[in-house]
T-cell receptor, first 112, second 113 residues
Framework: DAKTTQPNSMESNEEEPVHLPCNHS???????IHWYRQLPSQGPEYVIH???SNVNNRMASLAIAEDRKSSTLILHRATLRDAAVYYC?????????????FGKGTLLTVNP | KAGVTQTPRYLIKTRGQQVTLSCSPI?????VSWYQQTPGQGLQFLFE???????NKGNFPGRFSGRQFSNSRSEMNVSTLELGDSALYLC????????????FGQGTRLTVV
């Protein structure tokens, strides 16, 4: 499985933007970049995913480097409810391997 | 539509016993995956089923097993429980391809005493 590298922790202030980086230098051409987050005492929650182009949804934006070896999850205005562990995961498009391989993720702390 | 439902939410078992956990995926989802989460090891993949067939298995002993029924509901079983099996067990369902998201249940918190 292709590996991702994320900082162990990051801190932000409420109402400010947050940029969460992820390196995936061994990504293959058919790997989608997925982001999930896990709030305390809950199961992981899907945030966003993309292949090559930048993506936006109501929760966040995903900026993907041109060479696809890194990506950044952008929370435009952090709230206290965004405090969670954020996981960057590579998921192949096809084949029979649908599992998600979680790393340690980034623990995001949001200060009021 | 209803999300992924895991039952029970909490369970306390004694060493040596066995346990069965249940997962009902989102309607229409044919892929169900199971994960174990512990403070020390994080989220680890257990196994994944698609249309009643196990497609992938993680690095866990044979005491951990699972199955999927024709309605896509899945169960996982742990036999001869050990203290180290205490964990949050999470189930996720998806349509089954890389460009779709996985939806997780709230998990079953298993405590082995």
């Amino acid at each position: 499985d292709a590996k991702t590298t994320q900082p162990n922790s990051m801190e932000s202030n409420e109402e400010e933007p947050v940029h969460l980086p992820c390196n995936h230098s061994t990504i293959s051409g058919t790997d989608y970049i997925h982001w999930y987050r896990q709030l305390p005492s809950q199961g992981p929650e899907y945030v966003i995913h993309g292949l090559t182009s930048n993506v936006n949804n109501r929760m966040a934006s995903l900026a993907i480097a041109e060479d696809r070896k890194s990506s950044t999850l952008i929370l435009h205005r952090a709230t206290l409810r965004d405090a969670a562990v954020y996981y960057c995961i590579l998921r192949p498009l096809g084949g029979s391997n649908y599992k998600l391989t979680f790393g340690k993720g980034t623990l995001l702390t949001v200060n009021p | 539509k209803a999300g992924v439902t895991q039952t029970p939410r909490y369970l306390i078992k004694t060493r040596g016993q066995q346990v069965t956990l249940s997962c009902s995926p989102i309607s229409g989802h044919r892929s169900v995956s199971w994960y174990q989460q512990t403070p020390g090891q994080g989220l680890q993949f257990l196994f994944e089923y698609f249309s009643e067939t196990q497609r992938n298995k993680g690095n866990f002993p044979g005491r951990f097993s699972g199955r999927q029924f024709s309605n896509s509901r899945s169960e996982m079983n742990v036999s001869t429980l050990e203290l180290g099996d205490s964990a949050l067990y999470l189930c996720a369902s998806s349509l089954g391809v890389g460009n779709t998201e996985a939806f997780f249940g709230q998990g079953t918190r298993l405590t082995v005493v």
